[in-house]
């Protein structure tokens, strides 16, 4: 089994020192977010520049050759809405270190980002949705089905879709979280890969907290077959949890200094 | 249904490390396939066979090793000898004669010898220490130290002695060090994660994981081997990218297949030194199609043996 892949999300348009960056093409939030993230052990980095209307595709070209061109060609995701960004992005990217990953599509108005990710022989992150959080399994995986066969009839390697089940929040949906573990068994059972938004299970909860729900949902979905997440790197109890349920799956090889792998 | 070959190719490979200077250094490790799957990828420069000689002198060695250094009357003659050896490609000097607990000799002794054998020899040097962990880690720094800029490999850095060695031989005089755990996959990961940490470069180490004669606890040899390898190519494990050598003469000529007279041997085993020779060349065979990336021998017909069967499946 390949090593659990973690992408770090900290370049993400919600901070306003990223957002600062992008308006006004400053790197330097954007090279130290990436620093720190690849520093703790981040493997891809997600690159949200927002719905980015105006400029999309140049500020795009721009952060994948920043971040590339400053940490030895680091695989991303890019993350937009704007699908002429994404293209624009891919564009520029260069593949030594693994493939570009479209993030995201889902099986209602983003389908066409599968099409997109096929086109551009890239890794897609397929939301089991059409709009609203799936009512149960039985329509999560009608959703995960349909965007297969998508994918596939377009050439797609079964396993550049990254399924993601959508990880929900424990504070209003504490009963449907070991559905979403389920949903990710299933994933797995078909020798699918998958991916989330882990952290959205501890949203709403303290500060002190996050960390401690975070790596048992990281633990409890790897035990159930989960091969990405996305995630915040610099949060050391997951990252260590991480690391220690890939020795325990076999995914590395045990030394006494693992964690600082 | 027609067969269609699929290579088994690794996105990951095993890192180069060179011994040596000049037109004799050679290059250890490179391949990204299995052992000699050259049909799949690319082995490197394949590899190689080291002869090696001892600071105890030839009294001990086989009649057949004895005949082929005869007339040799010092360290110098023998080395330039060893490396005249049809099919080897480095010279290893062991300097057995340094245990506490054997002949004793001390470090500047050991030291000189070192200097005659490697100022005797333009080939490549391997120099490995007297496996007591103390004096190894006072010797193999001052052999370091002596033949700064012949780019020797050092051998073995051990769990407790890879500080003194790993800083001495790699660090302060810029040679290459081995990294040396008994069949133990996880303590070999973790003596190249700790050099490393050091700050030894990648480059700079390796590995030998463990070695034994074929019949002696030879599966554990092997068994650490695939999962190094398995480890390496498979998991792009960068911390076990380090190619690999195994001393073969050291375990296989004291056993008492190796050892025991005609006479008091059973019928059927025959000449004691045909039998050396094959548990030399058994032993080295199966250390090479498992991961080996250098085999240490010392009979002639041995070097001779496997030089030609790596050739002929290079």
């Known amino acids: 089994m390949a090593k659990f892949v973690t992408i770090g999300e900290r370049i993400h348009c919600i901070s306003p020192a990223i957002r600062a960056a992008f308006d006004n093409k400053q790197p330097e939030a954007i090279l130290k977010r990436a620093k720190e993230q690849l520093d703790a052990g981040a493997t891809y980095l997600d690159v949200n520049i927002g719905p980015a209307e105006n400029n999309g595709p140049e500020l795009m070209k721009w952060a994948v050759e920043l971040i590339q061109g400053n940490f030895d060609n680091v695989p991303l995701a890019l993350d937009t809405a704007n699908k002429a960004a994404i293209e624009a992005g891919i564009s520029v990217y260069n593949r030594s270190k693994g493939k570009p990953i479209v993030n995201s599509a889902d099986a209602g108005d983003r389908m066409s980002n599968i099409d997109l990710a096929a086109a551009n022989d890239a890794i897609v992150i397929a939301l089991c949705s059409n709009g609203p959080i799936a009512a149960d399994n039985d329509e999560r995986m009608m959703h995960c089905q349909n965007m297969l066969e998508h994918g596939m009839e377009l050439g797609m390697e079964a396993t550049d879709l990254w399924f993601d089940p959508l990880f929900v929040v424990v504070k209003g949906m504490q009963d449907k979280q070991m559905e979403v573990l389920e949903a990710i068994k299933m994933f797995s059972d078909m020798g699918l890969n998958s991916t989330g938004g882990l952290s959205n299970n501890s949203n709403g909860m303290p500060k002190n907290i996050r960390p401690i729900m975070d790596s048992a949902m990281v633990a409890m979905a790897m035990m159930q077959g989960l091969t990405s997440a996305i995630v915040n790197p610099c949060d050391q109890r997951l990252m260590e949890t991480i690391k220690s349920c890939d020795v325990l799956k076999g995914n590395t090889l045990y030394a006494d200094s693992y964690l600082d792998l | ?314």
Request: one cysteine or more; hydrophobic letters at 40%.
């Open chain 2, 1 to 314: 249904m027609p067969f269609n070959r699929k290579a088994h190719k690794f996105s990951a490979s095993i890192g180069t490390v060179e011994i040596g200077t000049g037109d004799k250094a050679i290059k250890l490790g490179g391949e990204n396939v299995m052992p000699f799957y050259t049909f799949d990828g690319s082995m490197g420069d394949g590899p190689k066979v080291g002869v090696e000689i001892t600071d105890l002198g030839l009294d001990a060695e086989p009649q057949g090793v004895k005949d082929y250094y005869a007339g040799c009357t010092s360290f110098a003659d023998i080395a330039k000898k060893a490396e005249a050896m049809p099919g080897g490609d480095f010279v290893v000097l062991r300097l057995a004669g340094g245990d506490p607990n054997g002949a004793n000799k001390s470090t500047e002794e050991l030291v000189a010898i070192a200097k005659e054998v490697s100022d005797a020899i333009s080939c490549p040097l391997v120099v490995e220490g007297s496996k007591n962990v103390e004096k190894d880690a006072e010797l193999l720094p001052k052999v370091a130290q002596a033949l700064e800029g012949k780019n020797v490999l050092l051998m073995s850095a051990k769990e407790e002695n890879y500080k003194a060695i790993g800083a001495a031989a790699a660090l302060a005089y810029n040679q290459k060090v081995g990294a040396e755990s008994a069949v133990d996959i996880n303590l070999a990961k973790q003596l190249n994660v700790v050099m490393t940490q050091l700050g030894v470069s990648a480059q700079s180490i390796v590995m030998n994981t463990g070695s034994a004669a074929a019949g002696y606890g030879f599966d554990y040899t092997i068994s650490t081997f695939d999962r190094v390898r398995a480890a390496a190519l498979g998991q792009d494990d960068k911390m076990l990218q380090m190619p690999i050598i195994t001393p073969v003469a050291s375990e296989t000529w004291s056993v008492k297949e190796s050892t025991a007279e005609e006479s008091d041997a059973p019928e059927f085993w025959g000449p004691v030194e045909e039998r050396g020779i094959a548990m030399e060349v058994e032993t080295a065979v199966a250390c090479l199609v498992s991961a080996s990336d250098a085999v240490i021998l010392k009979h002639p017909k041995s070097v001779a043996t496997i030089s030609e069967f790596i050739k002929s499946l290079m």
